[in-house]
């Protein structure tokens, strides 16, 4: 296995009871907050005043940022940055799902950089060291955004979805009340739900580096959270247990643990972030589809025993199968999952989307290099007979 | 499930190439360094020479406390801490075991004390908010102090050994080269192995609380990883995989995420701490020994569905079983795993251990409030007999 350095410094408040920290956290960073979230549904739920009334508590000076999109885009960032710069920000504080807090994550970057589109850093154009303090409030399981040291940002005008990644890129003390994730809507429970199995999936399990035994166990424990409790939350949206798993689930797919010693290939996010960038479709759903199709169209000889052993001892196939048998079983065990069990549709033609953008989405996946490397190697050509399987 | 706060400030360097960075990790804590260390296994395994390398390469002024004794003594910590004082020393670099780093701990907080007595810190007389810097280089798999926030300290003289616990009392730093631990004999292994699987026990799996599953299936994790590996380090010490497994498993039973959201009872640790406070004697093998005969005492219809549960799920007990009957298997294969597999000796009477200081031993652990509280209740009279059970 690899050498590996493991370091998280996010502060993670988890409960029912904790956002009267709220106020002392944020004062420790300045006085001047900018909040950002989505389309309003933290009014709806009543979190906003709440949010409001500890910056009150704290005497903050609060600008706003709302709006922020699925798949953020990079010119709300550029506003959000711009903000900051104008006002003179001490610190973020992004209330929503993955979406608000990997634009706030852009934000707090572009804020510190002499230049004024995110994209310059996106892209690697421009390299900022620093970024303003980063405090986020979570109501949505899935993308890990909550302590991770990342984000994804689009921009529409390319059809472009992007990660950016750096060590700074982190919240520093994320807010994790499973009680905010009551009001998520089967659909989005659902989709959050395999983004947090597509993140162990695609930076640790599926890959073709030696790994650490205990590491495998406790990314299929995690798995089998997933398994467990998102159709427990389904079924009662207000169960807490069910939606405290996976809360903890989603951040501890992605913050760093899991794959200690292991290069991420993050193969099928690749294939997905396509999706999204051309037709803005919801990533997790996206990866539902994309994941079957690609584990089918990857499956040979040497893919098998991993394959199969996901189905062993996550989705309960019989481990007397053949590595062959077993790994289709297991597959087949996936997609009963996503489309049966959660609901989701199968197929891209559900959500609208034909073949008339596969070729360029394939290269555009591939990448300057290409290829996709990692658990198996991938061209464009394979890229976009995998999308033809999910069509 | 109770509300948690989760925050684990340590960074970790692991692997066989990582030491390295020791020099640019040190330096920017100052320039004085106090080196830590225990009987010298350091020096016949080359590491001293290594380390002091690094700190040369950094320039560090390098001052040295050689010595630390298992189940390290106050006066031990109370002759580094006033050369803190004396030399003005920057940060505290412990190389060794648990023993060497909860010392190190120790120090840094006493450095930062008016008086000049640990003892008073420990016992709750003094508050000290600070500590010096800690840097830790780990050579034994079994405390978990490399990434936890506390150590273990003896008083000889009144034959007391009692934790100590901060939020700052955490190594800022700490290097895990599994290949520091080829040379540990097989009796540390075993007992190291059992300290792990112990922390587990102790401080989330045996517990009183509401627990979350996840992290509930987590620890079995973690103590399947000891039962797979251990066994392998014994047959072959210089087994890297094995050695990697137990290091990241000593660190992960102990740092936090596995007891997130339970507060840690500790029963079987306050027990056995009187063994080792007075007679000196291995932790991991005090706690082989109390375990297993703790659990067959307080067995009965509340606590028979978890001790089964670790059975099947971790020893390979038949689920079939009765709950009763199956956590009676569990105890069992926990014996042999301790005592056949492992080769530690079962009994008190095997470490030269009568019955003489019993009472007093069971008064002690009860401490205070006069009863251990947690999975179950005890009372002195409990305690007794349990040694009574272990003799």
């Not at 709806?44 to 609060?62: C, F, H, Q, S, V």
């Not at 395999?194 to 030696?210: C, G, K, L, P």
């Not at 689930?249 to 999204?276: C, R, V, Y």
């Not at 790994?327 to 997609?335: G, L, S, T, W």
Request: charged residues 25%.
């Amino acid at each position: 296995m690899k050498d590996f350095i493991f370091s998280n410094t996010t502060k993670v408040y988890f409960g029912k009871a904790q956002l009267h920290h709220l106020s002392e956290e944020i004062a420790q960073f300045g006085k001047k907050v900018l909040l950002v979230y989505g389309g309003g549904s933290i009014k709806r739920i009543g979190l906003y005043d709440k949010i409001i009334a500890e910056l009150n508590k704290a005497e903050m000076e609060i600008f706003e940022l709302p709006g922020v999109e699925p798949n953020p885009h990079h010119t709300t960032v550029n506003k959000g940055a711009a903000l900051c710069k104008k006002e003179g920000i001490d610190v973020v504080l992004a209330v929503g799902g993955g979406s608000t807090i990997d634009a706030t994550k852009a934000i707090a970057a572009t804020a510190k950089y002499e230049g004024d589109d995110c994209w310059d850093i996106i892209t690697g154009k421009a390299f900022v060291p620093d970024n303003l303090p980063i405090v986020a409030v979570l109501t949505l399981s899935a993308t890990g955004s909550e302590m991770d040291i990342g984000g994804v940002i689009s921009n529409v005008e390319q059809n472009e979805k992007q990660p950016m990644f750096g060590p700074t890129l982190r919240s520093n003390v994320s807010f994790l009340d499973p009680t905010n994730t009551f009001s998520v809507n089967a659909y989005q429970t659902a989709s959050g739900s395999v983004d947090i199995m597509a993140h162990v999936f695609d930076v640790a399990y599926f890959s073709a580096q030696e790994e650490m035994d205990m590491l495998t166990r406790m990314q299929e424990e995690v798995l089998k959270t997933v398994v467990k409790f998102a159709p427990a939350a389904l079924e009662k949206p207000d169960d807490y247990d069910a939606r405290a798993n996976l809360m903890w689930a989603s951040s501890w797919a992605l913050n760093g643990f899991l794959f200690s010693g292991i290069e991420q290939d993050a193969i099928a996010h690749m294939i997905e972030h396509e999706l999204s960038a051309f037709y803005n479709i919801t990533h997790g759903h996206g990866l539902a589809i994309v994941i079957p199709k690609w584990l089918s169209y990857i499956l040979d000889e040497k893919a098998a025993p991993k394959i199969k052993r996901l189905g062993v001892n996550v989705f309960g196939v019989d481990p007397a199968f053949s590595d062959m048998d077993g790994a289709k079983a297991a597959i087949e065990a996936m997609e009963k999952f996503f489309f049966d069990t959660l609901g989701l549709k199968s197929r891209l033609s559900d959500l609208g989307i034909d073949d008339k953008n596969f070729a360029i989405m394939a290269k555009k996946a591939c990448g300057a290099k290409g290829k996709l490397e990692g658990f198996t190697t991938l061209t464009p050509a394979d890229v976009e007979k995998i999308f033809e399987l999910c069509s």
